[in-house]
Structures are given as C-alpha cells and as structure tokens.
C-alpha cells in the first residue's frame, strides 16, 4: 500500500510471526522494512557486527539490502541521496570509536539538506563505559552521542532493552518531523545483542501517513492577496517538492515571474515562459532585476528556508521587506521572513491546490492579471527551428559568449551547455560543494520537458532525445516529482558529497541515469566510493571538472586580494584510476572529445563511466556572492 506523496514511503507487510523473540538489530531491520527501506548503507566493525548479522537474515526473508561504503561519511552521503530520491529513510551505521566520528560530516550535510536519516552508531558493552575499553565512545570519553546532538533531530543512546522499540520508533517519526532531518541512535554493544519481546501489530506506516492540514484562514488570505496583486512574483525554494506544478499552473495564468533559490533550481524548468532566473549564490542577474522592480508589489516565496544562499547574503531592500508572503511547511523558516505581511504554514501542493480553488470558484478582482495567451508562451519559449542549435534559457547569463565557446581547453560553461543534451532525458545531475556547483546552478539548463502540467515540444530536445529507438531506453523524466532533476548542497557544502549522493540516488532508481559534477579536489578526498557504484554496476556518470586546483580557493584568493597560497593540486589522469577501479574512463579536452564519447552506450550499458574534462583553469566561477558574504571584492 503506498503513502500520501509527502513521504513516498510503502509498506511491505509483516515481516515476522508475531511474538517472536529476537534481538536489538532484528527489531531494527523489521521496522526498516515495514516502511519499505531497501538499502542500508554503512561500514561494518566489530561492535556493530550485530546488527551486519541482522541484516544478512532480513535478507533471506527479503529486507532491506547491505552496502558497503568504502568511509563512513561516504555511507552517509549515500543515505542522503538515497532519502532524496525516493522520499524513504536513508539508513547508515558505523561501529563504534573512529566509525561513528567519520559518519558525523555525512549526517550534518544531511541535516542541513533537510533529509530523513536514520543513523546508528555502536557503542562498548555498558558495562566497559568509563573504563578506557577499545574504542570507547562513551560520556565519559570521546562522547560521540553528544557529537550528534548538534546535528540531528533527534539523538538518544539506548541503555536499555526496553528503551530500545520506543526510541527507535522516536528517531524514525522525528526524520520525518518538519524540517526534515537525520536521527540518531548510539547502540551498546550488549543492548543490541539483547532478545527483544516485539508486538508486530505496532504500525509505523499507519503514523507516517498522518497528514496534518493547512492554515485554511491564512491560505484564504493567500488567495485574497495573489488575486490583488497588481505584479506578483514567485519564488520557490527546495521546499516546494510536489508543490511545484500547481505553483507554476497559477504563474503561468497569472503571466507571474517565477525566480528560483539555488536549493530549488531542478524544479522548474529553465525554459519555462515564466522563469527569470536563480536567485542568490551563482544567480542571474535577471531575477535580481525582477525582485528590484518597483512595481513588485507582493513577493511569494514558497518552501524557502530564505538562508544566506537563497537570500542574496539576507537583502532586507529586494527580498525580506513587508511585500514578501511565505508559504512553508515548516514553521522555523518564518524565522528569516518575520518581516513579511503574511505566513502561511502547511505543505505547498496541499496550500496551492486549496489556493486554485478559491480562485477559480470566486470572482476575481479587475486588477488580476489574465492568462497568458498561447500563442504568447509559444514565442517567449524562444523554441529554434534547427535542432543542433540550443534554446537559450529564460535568464541573463554573466558570459553568453563563453557559454557557446568552442575554444581549448573548454570553458566550463560550455560544458553545463552541452552535458543535458549529451545524457538520456531524465538523468539526474548533482553537483559537488565545489565549483562545479557555481557552474552548474549559473549555467547548466536541463530541457525538462514538464512545464508543471504542460510539456516541452519536441524541438527543444536534442536529436538523441527526440528520436525514439526500440533498443534505447528512453525514460519519460519518470522522477518522483519532489526530488527534482538538479540538486546541489548548500548551507553545509561538504566537498565529496555528491559522489556518495549520486550513489544512492542510484541505488533509490537504477533505471534512471545520475550525473555526479565534482571537481579533482572532491575526487582526492572521496572518490573512494566510485568502486561502490563500480561493484554494483550502477548507472552514475562522474563528470570530473579538472583544472589541478581548488579551484574555489584559487579564484577566491584572486579575486579577494588575498595570498596565492595552497591552492595548487597535482596533475592527475583520472580517467586511469577509473580504469583502475574497473570502470570506463575519458579524457576529455576539447568540445569535439565530449561529444565525440559514446554517451548513449555507456548508458545502454547500465554501469558507471568517469570523464576526467580539462577545463579551462583560468575560468572564474560565478562566486560573488560567496566573496560577498566573506566580505571581500570582486
């Protein structure tokens, strides 16, 4: 039976004969698998082998399945791509000492993604805390529980048999609290080897499903306040999810301008008549110029958690003033629009089909602006006629000319121009907390061909992509709606993330493609975890964009005056320690090698590719906003 779209959660059934007795990890996987979990990602060690052994019998009973990450963080990383993906718990482990403190980035990168993980870590038998025992992470040493606390939703050691069902049920359901966030439960060695008494009639499923309704008074006032607008503006933040088309029906009526945080950049389509742009880190000025319009007069900001990066560095004069509505799920985010003239509190799809309706059942004021006419939308689509040209997308770009260069070594911003018309429709593109993200929330424009209810014509899609072959798969962008088709990590921007995010998104749909934009600094540090998509021939490409630098730093120090100091990386093939690892690898160095790469088969293939691209090194990413929140020119 599946789950209202605000989880994407399913159940299996029951998963053991009632009354059963059996021990601490057992129970940890038959609750996993009520709630349809399919992988658990982690790193096995000693004090956590009982829960391994769970798994391995949950298994033969068909639970959910082991992968071995090659680091903890990485298995974490993994976890967060995996809960993105499919709307499910992410679930890692880590045994005890140096485990569960390698785990900790992994879960603070997915607390600030907002995204459900569970994460167990062991612990030493109770009875060695506070006795100097082998990696003993206890309150009296190094207190990893108490690392955890800064980091998670909920966190909690279980020091008792019967604490263990009521706070492993309290650390699943706080995952899925509003916001969204990693659990963590700190599992001695004992407890978890202890024979637990379970009722199997509890059901989670039945509590998850739980919907929790919508300010009707403030959605009403919301309706009110759009119908008399006399120029509205949208934008929409990584909360949206499936709240997204509904949102873009009512612009589009509205002939509304619709920008985007970075957080939300794969849920709306760049092409899309109403798109104006990214507003914040890496943006485009044509959004800035919309919020600065005077004529503005309310501000619609939907699922935004309206931080630094989605903010412009915070600007009180185009965003947070008395024209801005809020409309969010989670109430803390109101804490940055306090400002604002109106808060409304409930999912954004449930808000904005309640929104529609009033308006369409009442009279609408004189001065709502009317539908756009269809033949208008048509032209604003600035659709071409010759197919091996490229639409440009509905924003003002910072270097156009860059964008179409055909110069060696290649401009990365010809690279975000090609890769969405090289890949499979549908592929899913994930940059690296590097400056592939700057690249590819400025120039990387995905032909989705969804415009929320309405779909692209066909001539803005590439050869490849139009044309139909029997022995091609061809994927219909058949993503859950609320994982998008573009994501990145912001507030904490853990370099390496996407390797191990692109992994278990891969895991979560291995039907659909995943590209991983990093950079050779991120590879240096995690690439460790491309064999995991190696082992498990999963369909990851992993764009590598090379200029033997970090590359962040270097330009950052350039452009802030600073010391030209520790920048520097060795000159690395990686293309050869792809083909180490056993999977196939590319070198790419001009426009004609990119396109020259059998994208296609390597697809058909179904297993992981690597493209080591030498960039242009002396290409300055879209940074000025980092530069101005570190207070530094530009």
């Known amino acids: 039976m599946s789950l209202n779209d605000r989880t994407g959660l399913t159940t299996t059934g029951d998963t053991l004969p009632a009354e059963t007795p059996f021990e601490g990890g057992d129970l940890i996987v038959h609750y996993l698998q009520q709630i349809g979990v399919e992988y658990i990602f982690g790193v096995p060690g000693g004090a956590i082998e009982p829960l391994v052994n769970?798994?391995?019998?949950?298994?033969?009973?068909?639970?959910?399945?082991?992968?071995?990450?090659?680091?903890?963080?990485?298995?974490?990383?993994?976890?967060?791509?995996?809960?993105?993906?499919?709307?499910?718990?992410?679930?890692?482990?880590?045994?005890?000492?140096?485990?569960?403190?390698?785990?900790?980035?992994?879960?603070?990168?997915?607390?600030?993604?907002?995204?459900?993980?569970?994460?167990?870590?062991?612990?030493?038998?109770?009875?060695?805390?506070?006795?100097?025992?082998?990696?003993?992470?206890?309150?009296?040493?190094v207190n990893t529980v108490g690392m955890f606390q800064h980091c998670t939703r909920y966190n909690s050691l279980v020091s008792h048999p019967k604490q263990f069902e009521p706070k492993l049920i309290a650390a699943i359901l706080n995952a899925f609290r509003e916001p969204h966030g990693p659990s963590h439960l700190g599992i001695p060695l004992d407890i978890m080897r202890t024979s637990i008494e379970v009722d199997p009639a509890v059901d989670l499923m039945m509590i998850l499903r739980t919907r929790h309704g919508i300010d009707e008074a403030a959605t009403a006032e919301l309706a009110r306040q759009i119908q008399l607008a006399r120029k509205p503006v949208f934008l929409i933040g990584e909360g949206v999810k499936d709240g997204a088309s509904r949102v873009l029906a009512l612009a589009l009526a509205l002939d509304a301008p619709v920008i985007v945080t970075p957080h939300a950049k794969g849920f709306v389509s760049s092409f899309h008549p109403c798109f104006k742009g990214v507003y914040g880190l890496s943006g485009h000025d044509s959004a800035e110029k919309v919020l600065a319009d005077p004529l503005v007069d309310c501000v619609i900001a939907v699922g935004c958690s309206l931080g630094e990066w989605a903010t412009a560095g915070w600007d009180r004069h185009t965003l947070l003033n008395q024209r801005l509505i809020h409309v969010d799920a989670n109430a803390e985010n109101f804490v940055n629009s306090a400002m604002g003239r109106l808060h409304v509190l409930g999912a954004p799809g449930e808000v904005f089909e309640r929104v529609g309706a009033i308006i369409q059942s009442g009279v609408k004021p004189s001065s709502i602006a009317t539908p756009v006419p269809r033949a208008s939308v048509k032209s604003s689509l600035r659709i071409v006629s010759d197919r091996a040209e490229r639409p440009l997308p509905n924003c003002a770009l910072d270097e156009p000319t860059e964008w179409v260069s055909n110069a060696t070594p290649l401009k990365p911003q010809r690279l975000m121009r090609d890769l969405p018309y090289l890949l499979p429709p549908g592929t899913r593109f994930i940059a690296d907390g590097t400056a592939a993200k700057g690249w590819a929330i400025h120039y990387l424009h995905i032909p989705d061909r969804r415009f929320g209810e309405r779909r692209l014509p066909a001539t803005m899609l590439s050869d490849k992509q139009a044309d139909s072959s029997s022995a091609t798969p061809r994927l219909q962008d058949r993503r859950q709606e609320s994982a998008g088709l573009f994501r990145t990590s912001m507030e904490f921007s853990c370099m390496g993330w996407a390797i191990g995010h692109a992994v278990g998104a891969a895991f979560a749909r291995p039907d659909l493609p995943v590209a991983c934009l990093t950079g050779d600094g991120s590879i240096l540090m995690n690439g460790q975890e491309i064999t995991v998509a190696a082992e498990n021939r999963l369909p990851v490409f992993f764009i590598v964009l090379n200029d033997s630098a970090l590359g962040t730093i270097r330009h950052g120090q350039m452009l802030g005056g600073a010391e030209q100091i520790g920048w520097k990386l060795p000159e690395i093939d990686f293309a050869l320690m792809a083909k180490a690892m056993g999977i196939k690898g590319f070198v790419v160095h001009t426009v004609e090698d990119l396109q020259g790469i059998d994208w296609e088969g390597l697809w058909k293939a179904r297993s992981p590719a690597l493209v080591d691209v030498r960039i242009d090194r002396n290409a300055v990413p879209p940074i000025k906003q980092r530069m101005k929140s570190l207070g530094v020119g530009h």
């Open 54 to 141: 769970a798994i391995a019998r949950g298994m033969r009973r068909g639970g959910p399945k082991l992968v071995v990450a090659r680091h903890e963080s990485g298995a974490a990383f993994m976890a967060d791509g995996y809960a993105r993906e499919t709307g499910k718990l992410g679930v890692c482990f880590a045994t005890t000492g140096p485990g569960a403190t390698n785990m900790i980035t992994g879960v603070a990168g997915a607390y600030h993604n907002r995204n459900p993980v569970l994460a167990i870590t062991a612990q030493t038998r109770l009875e060695t805390f506070g006795r100097g025992a082998m990696q003993e992470c206890s309150d009296t040493t």
